[in-house]
């Protein structure tokens, strides 16, 4: 049995997981009950859904037309560890401001955060898996110097 296989399809599930928990957050918090809603909480429940739709649409690799877009462009840097950090960066700055359930939602983001890290630096091969990264894009370990 193939467990490598299973290892990148269960990281990829958890990390849907959690974008799918923060976009249904955002949602919740966009129209919170019918009270009036102001702009910079709808700007953040806005700014997390973006995020959060594209997020999931990376890490589920679908749909394929859209992959073959971002491939096929310049926007390759979807695929790198420095376009993961930013979104997630994004996305646990604004999600914490949504209540309780909002920094619940980001110390998760977080944890996962932390997880693509130590995969970015001690498992790149993984991490290309995972995310569909380019062959020529340099690992974490190749191109941050993180140690102390």
Request: hydrophobic letters at 55%.
């Amino acid at each position: 049995m193939d467990f490598s296989k299973l290892r990148t399809e269960t990281l990829r599930l958890l990390f849907a997981a959690t974008y799918a928990a923060n976009l249904i957050l955002a949602a919740i918090n966009f129209n919170p009950g019918g009270k009036n809603i102001k702009y910079l909480e709808a700007l953040a429940s806005i700014i997390v859904m973006v995020c959060s739709l594209f997020m999931i649409s990376i890490t589920l690799q679908k749909p394929s037309s859209f992959m073959i877009w971002l491939e096929t462009s310049d926007k390759d840097i979807a695929f790198t560890w420095m376009g993961r950090l930013v979104a997630d960066t994004m996305i646990i700055l604004f999600v914490a401001s949504f209540g309780l359930a909002g920094h619940i939602m980001a110390i998760v983001t977080l944890v996962f955060f932390l997880v693509t890290l130590g995969i970015a630096k001690h498992r790149p091969d993984i991490f290309r898996d995972l995310f569909r990264a380019n062959d020529n894009d340099p690992s974490l370990g190749e191109s941050y110097n993180i140690e102390p």
